[in-house]
């Protein structure tokens, strides 16, 4: 996985598809949470909100919340357009995310 985020001819979506699949699988998080990190910084397009859902899956999920992914996903919630369909969806994650950290407070 690392070799494939760090090749450009293979398309980052595959990459990102295969970091979903690794974190639904629940499997060696400790490993792919460092890899989904590097794509924070990424310039990636339309494939940012195939991102933004795994991360919030991954707050949502997680004993400890990461405060690297809650401040990616509160800026890209503050980032879009209102009323943008979008901007919708983050908002739906940003009021899961409130409900998940005072649940875990």
């Known amino acids: 996985m690392k070799k ?3 090749d450009d001819s293979i398309p980052l979506l595959f990459s990102i598809y295969g970091l979903s699949g690794w ?15 590097t794509l924070l910084y990424r310039d990636l397009g339309y494939d940012k909100y195939l991102l933004l859902y795994i991360i919030s899956s991954l707050v949502s ?21 209102k009323g943008d369909k979008i901007t919708l969806q983050l908002r739906k994650i940003q009021k899961h ?3 998940v950290l005072s649940a875990k407070q």
Not at 23 to 37: F, M, T, V, W
Not at 61 to 81: G, M, N, P, R, T
């Open 4 to 6: 494939s985020l760090s």
């Open 23 to 37: 974190c639904e699988s629940e499997a060696d998080l400790y490993i792919a949470i460092p890899l989904i990190k």
């Open 61 to 81: 999920e997680l004993k400890e919340v990461d405060a690297e992914f809650v401040i990616y996903l509160i800026k890209e919630s503050l980032d879009f357009q």
């Open 97 to 99: 995310l409130l409900m």
